[in-house]
Structures are given as C-alpha cells and as structure tokens.
C-alpha cells in the first residue's frame, strides 16, 4: 500500500461536505493525485445499501442489522475504490469509516466497541487510515447551524440524545486513539479548512 488514507469524522450537521470541497479544492490547485469517496456509498452496490440504510421509512430497522449493513458496504467499498486505489500510491480521503460504525452503532445504539471491531475486522487490521479529521462541534450547534434535521434521512432523525450519545462516543474514540485528531469548528468555514490544511501537511500526508 504505497497511497495514504486519510478519513473524514463528525456528528450530523458537522460541516464535513463543505471542508471535504475545500480541500479539494486545494488539492487540485497543487496537482495532488487523489480521489474523494464517501462511506456508506462510493461504487454502485455500496451506494444501493446506503439507500436502504438512510431510508426514512425503515423506522423499524434493528441496531445489528444497520450496523452489519454499514460492515457490508465497507467491505464492497474498500476492494472495489479505496484498496485499488492506495494500491496505486493514490491520496485516498474518505468521508467516514469505521470510526462512524463504532459511535454510532457501538456508543450511541449501544451494541459495544467489540461487536463493531468483530465485524469490521478487516478494515481495522488491513486498512486503517494514517489520520482521521474529526469535525468537533456538538451535535446542538451543528443542527443550529444547518437548521435543523433532514426529514428523509433515518440517521438524522435519531433525535439530539441520539446524536448527544454519538458526539460522546467521537471523544472517546480521540482520547483512545492517536490517528484521531479533533479540529475545533467555531470559526469560520475558511478558518476550519485552513486548521485541516495545516494538521494533514504536520502529518505528512499532503504539502
């Protein structure tokens, strides 16, 4: 694996669209041979299981079965886009991964860290990412900010305790693992890009 990985973390609302445009923005302006994917989704069979996953009207969905569905479209996502894609020494930036599984589905629904490393044992041990942004803003000031919930997404209608829950389990995941760094997200969109410019370039991972 000669590319670098790098992930893209945050609650509902966080501002990763926009940051993930500005950096590439930027990237492109340097000539930066990469590509810019999205979990659940990024080829044809990941993006039909991200459908099911966010459709609103599975409001009767169980916890194991999401978290399973997220494992198989991760699965199909890493061999299909981002392993051929590393493999040929690409800068691989991913909005999501494993991270997401492990807050969402194993702090917030509560299924446990260890359900969600057993399923996506794979990417943990194969691929994990050289860093991970985390967006930090609660869930409080991103719903604010966007105003409000999307209605036609399951995951955003979870309620604020949900995503209170989920933003406990993106700190927990910074304090455990150092691949994770939390980037304040109070200034200005352009101040929060240019944070995430400078903490990849002091990583090694763009210049």
């Given at each position: 694996?000669?590319?670098?990985?790098?992930t893209?973390?945050?609650?509902?609302?966080?501002?990763?669209?926009?940051?993930?445009?500005?950096?590439?923005e930027?990237?492109?302006?340097?000539?930066?041979?990469?590509?810019?994917?999205?979990?659940?989704?990024?080829?044809?069979?990941?993006?039909?299981?991200?459908?099911?996953?966010?459709?609103g009207?599975?409001?009767?969905?169980?916890?194991?079965?999401?978290?399973?569905?997220?494992?198989?479209?991760?699965?199909?996502?890493?061999?299909e886009?981002?392993?051929?894609?590393?493999n040929?020494?690409?800068?691989?930036?991913?909005?999501?991964?494993v991270?997401?599984?492990?807050?969402?589905?194993?702090?917030?629904?509560?299924?446990?860290?260890?359900?969600?490393?057993?399923?996506?044992?794979?990417?943990?041990?194969?691929?994990s990412?050289?860093?991970?942004?985390?967006?930090?803003?609660?869930?409080?000031?991103?719903?604010?900010?966007?105003?409000?919930?999307?209605?036609?997404?399951?995951m955003?209608?979870?309620?604020?305790?949900?995503?209170?829950?989920?933003?406990?389990?993106?700190?927990?995941?910074?304090?455990?693992?150092?691949?994770?760094?939390?980037?304040?997200?109070?200034?200005?969109?352009?101040?929060?890009?240019e944070?995430?410019?400078?903490?990849?370039?002091?990583?090694?991972?763009?210049?």
């Amino acid at each position: 694996m000669n590319g670098k990985f790098v992930t893209f973390e945050g609650c509902e609302g966080s501002g990763k669209s926009t940051q993930l445009r500005l950096l590439s923005e930027y990237l492109k302006e340097r000539g930066t041979d990469f590509i810019l994917t999205r979990e659940p989704g990024g080829g044809e069979i990941s993006e039909e299981i991200r459908k099911i996953i966010l459709n609103g009207k599975y409001t009767d969905m169980f916890d194991e079965c999401e978290a399973l569905l997220y494992a198989a479209a991760r699965i199909q996502h890493l061999k299909e886009i981002i392993i051929p894609a590393l493999n040929a020494g690409k800068l691989v930036i991913c909005d999501r991964y494993v991270d997401s599984s492990l807050a969402y589905q194993g702090y917030a629904r509560g299924l446990g860290a260890e359900f969600i490393k057993s399923i996506n044992s794979y990417a943990l041990q194969k691929y994990s990412p050289d860093v991970t942004v985390f967006l930090d803003i609660p869930p409080s000031a991103a719903f604010e900010r966007k105003h409000g919930a999307d209605e036609d997404d399951r995951m955003e209608q979870q309620g604020i305790s949900f995503h209170e829950k989920v933003y406990a389990g993106y700190r927990a995941l910074v304090a455990e693992y150092p691949r994770i760094c939390a980037v304040d997200c109070g200034g200005t969109k352009f101040q929060t890009a240019e944070n995430i410019k400078k903490l990849l370039i002091s990583k090694g991972v763009i210049d």
